[in-house]
């Protein structure tokens, strides 16, 4: 017996259901149960669970199952893989709606009372009404046409509420459902609907959905095309519904190529024609023609002459010239022209032209050449007017285009870069002379009204570096005028060696037996001489002292060890530190310094100033407290990169000794007792006890600062105290 789903007034209820199929014969009995049966793959629930799409998974369990040779679902054989116990099948592309069956070597061996509902399967699809001219004609259509679709899986006899319905691409984007006229398992026809598109339509039935292998086309509509404006050879997109697949456009009577076609824009190359015209998109579903024009904008794509002069007539050849308004040379316009085509205009070289463009201008727009027409240079200045040779000069003016040459006076030709239209920089060539200056490009030649008048070789020393070194140093000394050096000394004394590095650098080897001095450089033009002296030599005498204040400090009085780092040179040291100690014993209270940083590390204070110049010192500061009476040494000693010649002079040991404060007692007239201390104690109290064994306690009262120090007055009192100074 079995039992399968059955239908309720709103639809499938899947319940518990088992099935068992006894063969008798000749063989053993062999039972197959099925006790469930559910989609898988993608997941499903409720009534989805009998529905699905060719690909989709379906799990089949009970007992028995291993004698199962082939599944079908409806009249689809399927493929399928598992156990005795449960079996996985693939909906197969054949399926058709009906009931699911398995079979063993028998036979049947079951088959379901329901039917397994599957996605629409589509063989062949057009349109029906009104009846098609030929295959082509098929797949096209307008809204309110007729579409047959065949195939399997449009309806299931047995379940009224499963329909399939077909939906169309909309204009305005997803789809848009048609309306069903009629629906079988095999057949079904639908209305093209209002706002459908061209594209391919997609079948949906609850099992699923099948989106057609291709287009249905309607009529093709163009919204817009950008830009409006546009010369031969530029693209433009037209945009619009239906575009897809176009495959022939149309600007005015002119073909025009297509680029890339998409449902909803057309990219297309504006071609060869005489003026403006309307864009024609033709697709699969016929044809639309815009009713505003694509404006041809004016091109010119070449000239002759290259060059000229007022009065010449120059032929501009182009796209879209014709009805030219206005003519300009360098932004210069002309004043006579003629149109003797739409490709073609001939124009008079205006007074005034400036080398440039042609800008040609109609009532659709503008362009200018690609390469500029020549006129003779015009030289307006040259700043400065005065620069040595090798300086670059400014040489300004108009018509600065294709320059070929500059000069200087006396016919001396320049390196020289064109800036812009109006300026050119160029390099004062050795040799020039004063004169005026001159510019050549193909349309002629401009000369500058006033004179270049080259300045003075004269060489200078701007500085040097290092600042010093031993004999045997390579020095690089800058300035200029320096490519013409002939000798170069340190002190008086000749280098023993020296290279020219262009007009600005001379490198040069400190010569032995040299000393500390001024370096000068000897040209044919002169001499110069630098504004300090170059260091001889390669080390740095160090030297440290230092002084503790106060140099006899009480017990926890601050004492500051000051210590005094010089360099006698003769040159400056370099990663100089000062390395002070701090003892054990000490409290570190702070430090401070006349240059560089300090920090505080592993017992210690590192001060580090730096580079110290020759006959320079810097100070350091430490200040500590001790609490205890013991001897302290605190020891300071200087270290560098450069090296000493006399170690022994860097360091230095301040040594001081605290001692316990006195307690001075004075009996005052009025009978009270004034105890003095010194000031500048830390963490010490004034305390009184009645033996030497104590008990020790604080002495009440007010502490006041005096020049001598701290005092207290107290009533003498009739009992023997005892005071000290304490923790």
Not at 21 to 33: E, M, N, S
Not at 104 to 110: E, H, K, P, T, Y
Not at 303 to 324: H, I, Q
Request: glycine share 12%; net charge neutral; aromatic share 8%.
């Amino acid at each position: 017996m079995k039992t399968a789903g059955s239908r309720g007034a709103w639809g499938w209820v899947m319940v518990a259901w088992a099935a068992t199929l006894l063969w008798a014969g000749t063989f053993p009995a062999q039972a197959l149960v099925i006790t469930s049966i559910r989609r898988i793959n993608p997941p499903s629930t409720g009534l989805d669970q009998i529905r699905g799409k060719p690909g989709d998974q379906v799990e089949i369990r009970g007992a028995g199952l291993a004698s199962v040779t082939s599944i079908r679902f409806g009249l689809g054989t399927a493929t399928f893989s598992g156990s005795d116990q449960r079996l996985v099948a693939i909906i197969p592309p054949t399926a058709t709606i009906g009931s699911l069956s398995l079979y063993d070597s028998w036979g049947l061996a079951w088959l379901s009372d329901f039917n397994f509902q599957v996605a629409p399967r589509i063989t062949k699809y057009g349109r029906s009404l009104p009846q098609p001219q030929g295959p082509g004609d098929a797949l096209r259509g307008v809204p309110g046409n007729s579409v047959r679709f065949e195939g399997d899986n449009f309806a299931d006899p047995g379940d009224p509420t499963f329909t399939t319905r077909a939906w169309f691409p909309a204009a305005a984007g997803g789809y848009v459902p048609a309306v069903t006229e009629f629906a079988s398992g095999t057949s079904m026809q639908v209305t093209i609907p209002q706002g459908a598109a061209s594209g391919a339509p997609v079948l949906v039935n609850p099992a699923g959905s099948v989106e057609l292998w291709g287009n249905f086309y309607l009529q093709p509509v163009v919204t817009s095309f950008e830009p409006s404006s546009a010369r031969v050879g530029d693209t433009v997109t037209v945009k619009g519904v239906s575009l897809v697949d176009a495959f022939a456009a149309l600007v005015g009577n002119a073909s025009a190529t297509i680029v890339s076609a998409t449902a909803t824009n057309v990219v297309i190359v504006v071609p060869p024609m005489p003026a403006s015209g309307r864009v024609s998109i033709t697709t699969p579903g016929g044809t639309f023609l815009t009713t505003s024009n694509l404006v041809l904008l004016p091109r010119v794509r070449s000239f002759s002459p290259a060059g000229g002069k007022a009065g010449d007539v120059v032929t501009l050849v182009g796209d879209g010239l014709g009805g030219a308004s206005g003519v300009a040379f360098g932004g210069v316009s002309a004043t006579v022209w003629t149109n003797v085509s739409s490709g073609q205009v001939n124009v008079v070289v205006p007074q005034g032209a400036l080398a440039g463009a042609i800008r040609l201008t109609t009532p659709n727009g503008s362009d200018s050449t690609t390469t500029p027409f020549y006129v003779a240079p015009v030289v307006a200045d040259v700043q400065p007017s005065t620069a040595k040779p090798g300086a670059v000069v400014a040489v300004t003016g108009s018509n600065f285009i294709d320059v070929s040459r500059v000069e200087f006076g006396g016919g001396v030709s320049a390196v020289f870069t064109v800036v812009t239209t109006n300026r050119i920089d160029a390099v004062v060539p050795a040799g020039a002379q004063a004169g005026p200056v001159a510019v050549t490009n193909p349309g002629g030649k401009g000369v500058s009204a006033r004179s270049f008048v080259p300045a003075s070789t004269q060489p200078q020393v701007t500085g040097f570096v290092p600042a010093f070194g031993p004999p045997g140093t390579a020095v690089t000394i800058s300035g200029d005028n320096l490519s013409g050096t002939t000798v170069v000394r340190f002190n008086g004394l000749n280098a023993s060696g020296f290279t020219v590095q262009g007009d600005t650098r001379v490198l040069a080897v400190v010569p032995p037996g040299a000393t500390t001095g001024r370096i000068t450089v000897v040209t044919d033009a002169g001499s110069a001489q630098s504004a300090t002296s170059f260091l001889v030599g390669n080390t740095a005498n160090l030297s440290v002292v230092g002084q503790a204040m106060p140099a006899d400090p009480w017990v926890t009085q601050e004492v500051s060890f000051t210590f005094q780092l010089s360099n006698a040179g003769p040159i400056p040291s370099s990663g100089t530190a000062l390395t002070v100690g701090v003892p054990a014993s000490a409290t570190y209270v702070g430090s401070s310094t006349t240059a560089g940083t300090f920090d505080l590390f592993d017992g210690a204070v590192v001060f580090s100033p730096g580079q110290v110049q020759p006959g320079a010192s810097i100070l350091a500061t430490v200040r500590m407290r001790f609490a205890g009476t013991t001897s302290v040494a605190v020891t300071a000693t200087a270290s560098a990169n450069t090296a000493d010649p006399d170690p022994a002079s860097n360091t230095a040991t301040v040594t001081v000794r605290p001692a316990r404060p006195d307690i001075g007692m004075e009996l005052l007239p009025d009978g009270r007792v004034s105890l003095v201390w010194p000031s500048g104690l830390v963490g010490v109290t004034l305390q009184q006890g009645g033996s030497l064994a104590g008990p020790w306690a604080v002495v009440p009262g007010t502490v006041e600062e005096t020049p001598v120090g701290r005092r207290m007055v107290l009533d003498a009192g009739s009992t023997m105290r005892l005071y000290r100074l304490a923790p």
